[in-house]
């Protein structure tokens, strides 16, 4: 099993750009999430989603979008890119109705927006 | 709501000597609490959970966290620090009602270990 990937690794944008943060399980799990991390706050839920077609907002949405049409992946758009979303990009992943299963992460994705 | 607070951003030891990083959690529900560990430009690792069974919890790399209801704490320890665990703790709850993995995160705890 690869576990969850992520891509791209790092990448700059302009303000105003669009991008799609990439994000992928072979584990069969229902339950995907993005999170975002910037120092000094911990890890914030932006969206997640229970299944494929199902996904609901997280802490923090504005500015993102989400679309589940597999079990597999969960990528998240940015629409039109901001200097305040700048920061780091975790996927999860994880069982349903299984509060207690571990879940698990991604590598992360840098993203940088000038 | 479901939060938990970590009381020390920096923690700094030696090498083998203690470890002592503190969580409180606020739920009004019984939660689940996790510790996990972020090494330097790694993604996040399960270090422990606690499930309900036991107050107190083993975890992987000699690290053991206790559920103390009546303190509503759920602090971190590990006997004897390895240069190796320098690293961002997170304390992590998810309330126990909900029929998936919300996780709120604490701010972090970085762990500085020195030789």
């Known amino acids: ?114 | 709501a479901q939060s938990v607070t970590q009381l020390d951003s920096h923690v700094s030891v030696s090498e083998g000597t203690p470890v002592l990083l503190r969580c409180n959690y606020s739920s009004s529900y019984s939660p689940s609490l996790f510790w996990y560990v972020q090494h330097p430009n790694k993604g996040l690792q399960l270090l422990l959970k606690y499930t309900s069974t036991a107050t107190l919890v083993k975890g992987i790399n000699g690290f053991e966290a206790e559920f103390k209801k009546s303190e509503t704490s759920f602090h971190l320890t590990k006997p004897s620090a390895h240069m190796s665990d320098a690293a961002e703790y997170f304390c992590v709850v998810t309330p126990w009602n909900t029929g998936f993995q919300k996780l709120v995160f604490g701010t972090g705890t970085r762990l500085l270990v020195s030789p």
């Not at chain 1, 944008?13 to 999430?33: P, V």
């Not at chain 1, 992943?93 to 299984?98: A, E, I």
């Open chain 1, 1 to 114: 099993n690869a576990g969850v990937t992520q891509t791209p690794k790092f990448q700059v944008l302009k303000t105003g750009q669009s991008m799609t943060l990439q994000c992928a399980q072979d584990m069969n799990h229902e339950y995907m999430s993005w999170y975002r991390q910037d120092p000094g706050m911990g890890l914030r839920l932006i969206h997640y989603s229970v299944g494929a077609g199902i996904t609901d907002q997280g802490e923090v949405p504005n500015g993102y979008n989400v679309s589940r049409s597999t079990t597999e992946d969960f990528p998240l758009r940015l629409l039109s890119a901001a200097p305040s979303q700048t920061s780091v990009y975790f996927c999860a992943s994880s069982y349903r109705d299984r509060p207690l299963e571990t879940q698990y992460f991604g590598p992360g994705t840098r993203l940088l927006v000038l």
